[in-house]
């Protein structure tokens, strides 16, 4: 059996200036409701926290857990968002590629490269390297994965309390069986997207 390979610092070496490196990934893409949410991390490689893995494969607690470690100890964190109303009048693809951009704006260190997951990439003041799933290779992809995982989870909690028929805080706003009956039954929220096919 192989050893499990996680998320390390092989891309972050090839480069010289490592300590100048953020990664930036977003979610939200394939969500009904809700904004689409990016996080750009420059990790400090001298204290990395341990357990860092694409969001997608770690449970709601230990993405918590590694969110609050990662905050503590990154030398930078910035999250950058698209509304609704931009993911439908732009389309979902211009708008992760906005939020990436506004995420990499909203740091405060200045980073000379930054690897982004996917194969596209917003225009940014620096070198970009894309990555295809980079949250599963890179560290510091897997870090923002984290951080934009349990920021835009928090906020569609928030969101939910005003509308609890669609439970939010369990689906994210994603396409549940569950959500699509809600849909159905009461219509949608101001927090739908317009452009994306909600009845099924």
Known sequence: MKNKILPNLDIEN???????ICGIDEVGRGALAGPVVAAAVILDFNNIPEGINDSKKLSKCKRNIISNHIKNTAIDIAIGEASETEIDNINILQASLIAMYRAFNNLLISPKVALIDGNIAPQLPCKTK????GDSKSISIAAASIIAKVYRDEQLTSV???????????NSGYGTKEHYAAINSYGITVHHRKSFKLIK
Request: glycine share 4%; proline share 5%.
């Open 14 to 20: 090839t480069f010289y200036q490592t300590n100048a």
């Open 160 to 170: 939910g309390k005003s509308f609890p028929k669609y439970n939010f805080k369990n």
């Open 130 to 133: 894309n990555i295809i799933k």
